[in-house]
């Protein structure tokens, strides 16, 4: 089927996807317009032979969907099962430096263990290529140096909440920002103690500089 582009609008979306192209970029297009589409149905998609010919004259391709789940079920099923405790732990190698000593400091604590099994990351696609956004959720055991062992906290844990990117290709974290850092225990007469600190969205803790979110929409794995 042959793609007649006689309206601005189906022009100028293909005219910015061949852009993207002879950059190299990867393309992926997801459309609800037939014409864009040579075959459709739920298990293959292709583009009208124009296009397609168009892409070829440049050494390209473009894989076409034609909705959000297509595209995100293709790019998993090329994708190796994550291996969340390596996850987990570079993150912790990575910020570990950057925690907050002032919040440990005030409040009397020092970090004794990196609770690993209690640590968690949740994944999304976005458009970047061959990169995954990831939030996580990292928890450390702290001492209490303040008091005396009769008047000791206790279930004392600082849990530190950020977010980064993960390329899965070459296993690679970048772009960390932590959220919020919270230390919270029970005093010796059992009520329960908190303080935290809360980060600026824009404030980047690996490198330096602001970083801007990058990526336009994410989908949970």
């Known amino acids: 089927m042959e793609k007649k582009i006689n309206n ?4 100028a979306i293909w005219e910015a996807i061949l852009s993207l192209l002879r950059e190299n970029y990867q393309v992926h297009f997801i459309t609800e317009d037939k014409g864009f589409f040579k075959n459709r149905n739920d298990h293959y998609a292709r583009l009208a032979e124009n296009l397609e010919e168009d892409c070829k004259n440049l050494g390209q391709k473009v894989f076409i969907y ?4 297509s595209c995100l079920d293709k790019l998993q099923a090329g994708m190796q099962e994550l291996d969340k405790t390596s996850i987990i732990l570079g993150i912790n190698q990575e910020i570990n430096s950057n925690l907050s000593q002032d919040l440990l400091s005030e409040t009397g ?7 690993e099994n209690k640590s968690s990351i949740s994944a999304f696609y976005t458009e970047v290529v061959n990169k995954l956004a ?5 928890k450390y055991h702290l001492s209490d140096f303040q008091n005396t062992e009769e008047n000791e906290r206790q279930e004392s844990i600082l ?3 950020g977010e ?8 690679n974290l970048s772009d960390i920002f932590l959220r919020s850092e919270t230390v919270t225990w029970l005093n010796a007469d059992g009520t329960p103690g908190r303080r935290g600190e809360v980060s600026l969205r824009c404030t980047c803790v690996i490198g330096a500089g602001n970083k801007e979110v990058k990526y336009k929409f994410r989908e949970q794995l």
Do not use: A, G, N
């Open 8 to 11: 601005f609008k189906d022009y």
């Open 66 to 69: 034609k909705d959000l789940k």
């Open 109 to 115: 604590f020092e970090i004794t263990e990196f609770y």
């Open 134 to 138: 990831l939030e996580f959720e990292l």
């Open 159 to 161: 849990t530190v909440k």
């Open 164 to 171: 980064c990117m993960y390329d899965y290709t070459d296993k």
